[in-house]
């Protein structure tokens, strides 16, 4: 049921054991691409917002959302999602304060300018101008790879105005400001929660209203090796609610 509130932990543990060795598997033996990869994970986090929010059921006259998008692989996740939202007829808008030298990510960005997918220059401080323009924000800041002990500005001042918001939250993969095996210290509390390939172990503490999962695309034996005990996906959908 998409009001799932958490998955017992012990189902969890090897995928936050794993993640990495998955990713590095999927890279190294399976030949995915990383560009590849982040196309997938970006295009079905966009279906995953799509299922949770239609066009239709956006609250505000247009259906604008903003993305949040950090330095490393989860903000290139998130600049393919904008560009994914922005073909499905959403009216995304980029907050990327920290651009990555990566060539690779570079290309993401420029994807995104050539849509006219517009940046901001700074996000307001003033929460209700953020829960005035937007019907969403979609959180691709920091990530599994993040340290929460090492949050830096801008990243501390972001977190701070993005607990404030009263529109709702998607967060990508782990929650920023969380641990990726002990959960919500001081980070923020996303409605929505999108777990790629599979749930980590953060999402035990995970409350919010849906929680889905983009991993339909790993190869069998890879799921079979690593025992991630996967939904089943609905029809031919990417991503699924659990």
Known sequence: ?????????????????????????????????????????????AMAV????????MAKKQPTLLVVCGPDQNGAIGLVCARHLRIFEYEPTIFYPKR???????????????????????????VQLINDAYNVVIEAMLGKDAEPGELKDPYAGILGTLKQIRIPLISLDVPSGWDVEMGNNEGISPNVLISLAAPKQCATRFLGKHHLVAGRFLPYDVQKKYDLNLPEYPGTDCVVSL
């Open 1 to 45: 049921s998409p009001h799932s509130k958490a998955i017992p932990a012990q189902e969890l543990i090897p995928v936050f054991l794993y993640a990495e060795a998955i990713e590095k598997e999927l890279v190294e033996d399976y030949k995915f691409g990383r560009q590849q990869l982040i196309e997938i994970w970006g295009h079905a986090c």
């Open 50 to 57: 799509t299922k949770v929010f239609p066009l239709a059921s």
């Open 100 to 126: 990555s030298p990566n060539s690779l990510y570079r290309d993401f960005t420029t994807q995104c300018e050539k849509m006219d997918i517009p940046f901001l220059s700074y996000l307001p401080t003033e």
